[in-house]
């Protein structure tokens, strides 16, 4: 089965965060060693923000994250390239009779899938 790929455009001014995931080290004297922890030790998290929704819209995203819950997918953040993402939180909000908004975070995979 081929990944998805997340097809919205975040809004505007939705910025990545970046953590390293490092083994540190202190011993007694004060003196630490640090080392990244495997091939890939920095990991990207998109908050993604979807304004202006319309009913039919929030539809499809809703089915997209329900559908892919837990599973990688592609997702290329403000023109970058694709990378293999996860979404696990999602959360919407009503701004009118057919106007609403969706936010998920996503999460960088690293995965042969």
Not at 60 to 82: M, R, T, W
Not at 91 to 112: D, S
Request: proline content about 6%; overall charge positive.
């Amino acid at each position: 089965m081929a990944i998805q790929t997340f097809k919205w455009r975040s809004a505007y001014g939705t910025n990545p965060s970046y953590k390293a995931d490092v083994r540190s080290f202190e011993f007694g004297d004060g003196y630490q060693q640090v080392s990244p922890k495997g091939l890939n030790p920095v990991r990207q998290e998109v908050t993604v923000v979807l304004p202006g929704l319309t009913k039919e819209g929030r539809k499809e995203v809703l089915a997209f994250l329900a559908a892919n819950a837990g599973k990688p997918f592609l997702y290329a953040h403000d023109g970058d390239e694709p990378k293999k993402y996860m979404c696990d939180e999602w959360n919407e909000r009503k701004h009118g009779p057919n106007v609403y908004e969706i936010n998920a975070t996503f999460k960088q995979l690293f995965t042969n899938v």
